[in-house]
């Protein structure tokens, strides 16, 4: 907490355990604070929190709603559940959606091995899909001197776009369309290789969580992720304020 702050502490409950935080952290915050896991693909620290994924879901006491935990803010004596088989459910079957959506095929993927959605899938046992895959006809972009872009990787998470926009300041990405048709694009929907704006600095690549975004020139398996630097920066950009 920064000195002299008049941020206040809450109390609440996590599955059943006291715990205390600061007035202005989400649930997730607090979770991730207390060691609690909660899986997220949307959510990166230090970036903006939007809710899209909806995997970090959570029930609190005295509601029958569930709670995107990156975007709700905790308060005074709530009692956060994290762990239900309703939870459990829920998050199964938006993982299902997710790799029935695009092409995830894992044996041929530069990211194999090293994908947010891979490791997930795998922590929450998922050995099937229940719903038809959609397979369908995606693009690949490879305009760029360094870097690609596979669209049948894409999970629509924006960590791309936001870390572009937040903290490089560049804001070459964007989404088109809706629903089913959604993708991210570059500049005014143009090959990444022509845009104006890209500074290739490398962070869009380094925070997307599959392998839709890559350096040139990995094989299969080969392209690993760095996503540290984006809260570190985030925090000494905090700090100067
Ligand atoms: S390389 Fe840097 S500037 Fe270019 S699109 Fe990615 S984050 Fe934005
Ligand atoms: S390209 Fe990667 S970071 Fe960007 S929206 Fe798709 S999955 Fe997320």
Not at 108 to 132: E, T
Request: net charge positive.
């Amino acid at each position: 907490m920064p000195n002299g702050s008049n941020i206040k502490v809450k109390t609440l409950k996590i599955d059943g355990k006291d715990v205390s935080a600061r007035e202005d952290q989400t649930i997730l915050d607090v979770c991730k604070e207390n060691g609690v896991f909660i899986p997220t693909l949307c959510h990166l620290e230090g970036l903006s929190n939007i809710g899209a994924c909806r995997l970090c879901m959570v029930e609190v006491e005295g509601s029958k709603k569930l709670f995107p935990s990156c975007t709700t803010a905790i308060t005074e004596g709530m009692s956060v559940i994290t762990q239900t088989d309703r939870l459990k459910h829920y998050r199964k079957m938006i993982l299902e959606l997710i790799f029935a959506e695009r092409n995830h095929t894992c044996s041929v993927c530069v990211s194999n091995s090293h994908c947010d959605l891979q490791y997930l899938g795998q922590k929450m046992g998922i050995d099937h899909v229940r719903v038809p895959y959609r397979f369908p006809k995606q693009s690949v972009d490879a305009s760029h001197p360094y870097f690609q872009l596979d669209h049948n990787r894409c999970i629509l998470c924006t960590r791309c776009v936001r870390v572009c926009e937040e903290i490089e300041g560049a804001h070459v990405w964007d989404v088109s369309g809706r629903g089913i048709n959604a993708k991210v694009i570059t500049d005014l929907n143009q090959p990444w290789g022509t845009s104006e704006t890209c500074t290739t600095c490398g962070k869009c690549v380094n925070v997307c969580p599959t392998g839709a975004l890559s350096d040139k020139g990995r094989s299969v398996a080969e392209m690993t992720k760095r996503r540290e630097f984006v809260a570190l920066l985030a925090n000494r950009r905090k700090e100067k304020v």
